[in-house]
């Protein structure tokens, strides 16, 4: 059997466990109060799908960079992963508040829109705030924090070249986001 196979699959599995633990989450303040799964919903609670996410995407990040360290081979591949879907959900979501509610193509607009297609993504428009859940989509704050590390893995392998002290320094790397 294909061993990237295996891997694709396990891969999409933990992706698939990840994303209900996400939905559990946000579907939590509903599911608690209307039935008796409150135990569930509150071990489901003590797993973060989001992390799951992350680590995923910085082990095949980490991995790609591994094989081909070609840095505008990297920027490339990150910005053609990233910025078009990135674009489209934009444009789709600027059509959906159009059609939806009273939009202005103002200076928020604008510096809403700025935000959004560079790496910005957690500023909200103020004009979203009445639509649904008062984002037009709320995931895109994980996309400012996905291109922190795309900008960081270099930086990593980098200074694993050179000092042979890996973990040391991603450590210090860890706390230094943490506090940041």
Known sequence: MNNSIIVNNNFNL??????LQVMFVHANGYLADKSDLSWYITNILNFSGVTVFFLISGFLISMSY??????KTYIKNRILRIY????INIFIGIVILYIFIDLNFDFDFFKWLLTQISFLQFYNLEA???FGTGEINAPLWTISIELVFYAVLPIVFFINIKTKKILPCIFLISILFFIY
């Open 128 to 130: 979203s705030k009445a």
């Open 14 to 19: 933990l992706r698939l466990i990840a994303a």
């Open 84 to 87: 078009p879907g990135l674009y």
């Open 66 to 71: 591994a094989k081909n360290q070609d840095l």
